[in-house]
């Protein structure tokens, strides 16, 4: 399982730390930001999760295996949402991993190490912000949420790679995948193969067409990290419904435009200040 995740003992956490769980056969995981007395704060799909402590566990049982879960912490916040906040949810540590293993989100990885990781969604070369700047987002969001969930733009992953990191993707493409590292594998991998059909008339080799197809999924997916892509800005979380509002606009007029609500910072990043 080395390859597909970074285990971590509960006793290792620290606050602001991204952490994540497989589901399903290591088909999906589950990504949010630890706050501290094992609370962890996630998005989820579900826009009608009750108030109650195990209304977490419940949705990530039904929506992800049929394994029954290990039992509530009974803290007081596990399951607290504000109705205006959508998805975005608290849940003690128990609820939050379900029957999955505790694995821990790297950052400022190596490009060689990136690439290594054939699975998505277990690291990053962006830079984590300061613990306190992390909670403080993930805090925020959890009273004010994040905009609408999406699977391949606004997902799980994408909230904690933006309390990590401050960071979001700008696309006026309403297809546009997000910073995920799982969703960018999903698309990845078949696109890999699509590319690399015209070996087998070249090179009838089936060990050099499998092995071209994985270096172009690698590559594409180094690519769309967050840590090196040209099209993500850094913005403040009390700017976040202002972001998403202008980026559908963006999205409905078709255009391409310098945005007034920030300056670059180094390199090829703009932040919203």
């Given at each position: 399982?080395?390859?597909?995740?970074?285990?971590?003992?509960?006793?290792?956490?620290?606050?602001?730390?991204?952490?994540?769980?497989?589901?399903?056969?290591?088909?999906?995981?589950?990504?949010?930001?630890?706050?501290?007395?094992?609370?962890?704060?996630?998005?989820?799909?579900?826009?009608?999760?009750?108030?109650?402590?195990?209304?977490?566990?419940?949705?990530?049982?039904?929506?992800?295996?049929?394994?029954?879960?290990?039992?509530?912490?009974?803290?007081?916040?596990?399951?607290?949402?504000?109705?205006?906040?959508?998805?975005?949810?608290?849940?003690?540590?128990?609820?939050?991993?379900?029957?999955?293993?505790?694995?821990?989100?790297?950052?400022?990885?190596?490009?060689?190490?990136?690439?290594?990781?054939?699975?998505?969604?277990?690291?990053?070369?962006?830079?984590?912000?300061?613990?306190?700047?992390?909670?403080?987002?993930?805090?925020?969001?959890?009273?004010?949420?994040?905009?609408?969930?999406?699977?391949?733009?606004?997902?799980?992953?994408?909230?904690?790679?933006?309390?990590?990191?401050?960071?979001?993707?700008?696309?006026?493409?309403?297809?546009?995948?997000?910073?995920?590292?799982?969703?960018?594998?999903?698309?990845?991998?078949?696109?890999?193969?699509?590319?690399?059909?015209?070996?087998?008339?070249?090179?009838?080799?089936?060990?050099?067409?499998?092995?071209?197809?994985?270096?172009?999924?690698?590559?594409?997916?180094?690519?769309?990290?967050?840590?090196?892509?040209?099209?993500?800005?850094?913005?403040?979380?009390e700017?976040?419904?202002?972001?998403?509002?202008?980026?559908?606009?963006q999205?409905?007029?078709?255009?391409?435009?310098?945005?007034?609500?920030g300056?670059?910072?180094?390199?090829?990043?703009?932040?919203?200040?």
């Amino acid at each position: 399982m080395g390859f597909l995740s970074h285990g971590v003992e509960r006793s290792d956490l620290v606050t602001g730390d991204h952490i994540y769980t497989w589901r399903t056969a290591f088909a999906y995981s589950h990504h949010g930001i630890y706050v501290g007395g094992n609370k962890v704060v996630h998005f989820t799909q579900d826009q009608h999760l009750s108030s109650s402590p195990h209304s977490t566990s419940q949705w990530l049982t039904s929506s992800f295996s049929n394994i029954p879960t290990i039992a509530c912490l009974d803290i007081p916040d596990c399951g607290f949402r504000k109705q205006t906040s959508g998805g975005v949810v608290m849940s003690c540590l128990n609820c939050f991993l379900g029957n999955g293993l505790l694995s821990r989100f790297e950052y400022g990885v190596s490009r060689l190490s990136f690439i290594a990781k054939f699975r998505g969604g277990t690291c990053t070369t962006a830079i984590s912000d300061s613990p306190d700047s992390v909670t403080h987002r993930a805090m925020y969001l959890l009273h004010n949420g994040f905009g609408n969930y999406d699977l391949f733009a606004n997902n799980c992953e994408d909230f904690a790679l933006y309390c990590k990191t401050g960071y979001l993707v700008r696309s006026e493409k309403e297809e546009a995948v997000g910073g995920s590292g799982q969703a960018s594998s999903v698309v990845g991998a078949p696109l890999a193969a699509i590319l690399c059909l015209p070996l087998r008339l070249l090179i009838p080799s089936p060990v050099v067409v499998v092995t071209a197809a994985a270096a172009t999924y690698s590559l594409n997916r180094y690519a769309t990290d967050i840590g090196v892509r040209d099209d993500v800005i850094k913005v403040k979380v009390e700017n976040i419904a202002l972001f998403h509002g202008y980026q559908q606009q963006q999205q409905l007029d078709g255009v391409n435009q310098d945005s007034d609500l920030g300056d670059k910072p180094p390199q090829k990043r703009q932040r919203l200040s």
